[in-house]
C-alpha cells in the first residue's frame, strides 16, 4: 500500500534536480492511483505483460512517465518502445541496436540508459567498463534511440561508504564518455530503496523506488 506519509518525507529531502520514479511492480492500480494523486508522475515496471495492463488501465492519466527497469529480452523490445518513454536496463550492444531499428520503424525517440555493471556480480547484467568502452563508437550511431545517460544497480552489502563511491564513479563515467563521445549523458539513474541516499550525495538525476514506498512486494 503506497504510503503518502514516506513519499512527503523523502520528496522534501530530494534536490530539484532529483526525479523519483516509483517502480510498481506487482503493485495494484489503486496503489499507483494513490501515487499519481500525491504528485508522483514516474513510475517503473519490469515485466512487460503486466505493465502493459496497467497503462491500458491508467490510459486517461496522460501525463504519467512510463519507465521500463526490467531485463530486455529482444522478443519484447517492440512492445517497450511502443509503451515507455525511458528504458533504464539497456544491457548490451545488439539490444541497444534492435531498440534503434524499431523506434526508426515505429517513428519514436525513446529515451535510454545504459546498464553498467562497476563491480564484479553475478545477479547483475550490463557492461563493464572495457567493454562499454569498445562499443561506444557503435553506440554513438544510433540515431532514434536517444541515449541520455548510464544506470546501475549495485551488489549487495556494500557500506554506505563504499556505495557511494561506486555512484560516484558511475557519474564520472558519465562525465568522461560525454567529453570524448557525441554522446550527452545527463542522467543517472541510481538508487534504491536501501542505499538512494548514497545515489544522491554522488548525483543521481533518477533514484527507483519501490519498497519504501508501498512496502513489501505481494
Known sequence: MFSPS????????LPPSVRLV??????AIADIEAAYRAG???????????ALSKIEALGSYTDINWHFIGRLQSNKARRVVENFAYIHSI?????????NRIAEELGKHPQGLLQVKLLPDENKS?????????DLPQLELLE?????GLM???PLGLSPGDRQQTFGELKDLAAEISQTSNLSLTELSMGMSGDYPEAVAAGATMIRLGTILFGDRG
Open 22 to 27: 516509483a517502480v510498481t511492480k506487482t503493485k
Open 91 to 99: 544491457d548490451n550492444l545488439p539490444i541497444a541496436a534492435r531498440l
Open 40 to 50: 508522483i508522475r514516474d513510475f517503473a515496471e519490469s515485466r512487460i505483460q503486466e
Open 6 to 13: 514516506v513519499y512527503s518525507e523523502i520528496i522534501t529531502t
Open 144 to 148: 532514434n534511440l536517444k541515449i541520455c
Open 152 to 154: 546501475t544497480i549495485l
Open 126 to 134: 550490463g557492461w563493464t567498463r572495457e567493454e562499454l568502452s569498445i
